[in-house]
C-alpha cells in the first residue's frame, strides 16, 4: 500500500504565502462605535513660529525655571509667551503708525509702566 506524501507547501503553502497571508481571506475588523471625544472649551491653536536671540532665549529659560525652582511647575517657553499675548490683547497698546522694532519697543515699555 502506498503513503500519502504531505510536504510541507502542500500543507502549509509557499513560504511568501505564510508571510503575507495571501491564502488566506482578509477578515475585516469589527466595526466600534466611534468613542465620542470630550469638547474643549479651549479654541483651537495654531503653531506660530518665533524667533527670538540667545539672550530672549535665555530670558524665557530662566523664567521657566524660576518657577519650578521657586516651588511651582517649570513653566514651557510657550506657555509664557501665551501668557505675554493675553495679558497684552487686555491692554490698549496703540500700535497705529509703527515704522521700527525700536519704536514699537518704546511703545511696549510706556504700555507696561502703567
Not at 2 to 16: C, P, Q, S
Not at 71 to 78: F, H
Amino acid at each position: 500500500m502506498k503513503r500519502a506524501r504531505i510536504t510541507e507547501e502542500l500543507a502549509y503553502g509557499t513560504a511568501l504565502n505564510r508571510l503575507t497571508g495571501s491564502d488566506k481571506p482578509v477578515a475585516l475588523p469589527e466595526q466600534r462605535e466611534p468613542v465620542p471625544t470630550p469638547q474643549s472649551p479651549r479654541k483651537a491653536m495654531i503653531k506660530l513660529s518665533v524667533f527670538l536671540n540667545r539672550e530672549e532665549d535665555a530670558y524665557l529659560e530662566n523664567l521657566a525655571s524660576t518657577a519650578k525652582f521657586s516651588g511651582g511647575k517649570k513653566l514651557s517657553k510657550t506657555k509664557l509667551i501665551e501668557a505675554m499675548v493675553r495679558a497684552f490683547r487686555k491692554t490698549s497698546l496703540d500700535v497705529q503708525g509703527v515704522k521700527d522694532d525700536a519704536e514699537l519697543l518704546k511703545r511696549v515699555i510706556a504700555q507696561l509702566r502703567l
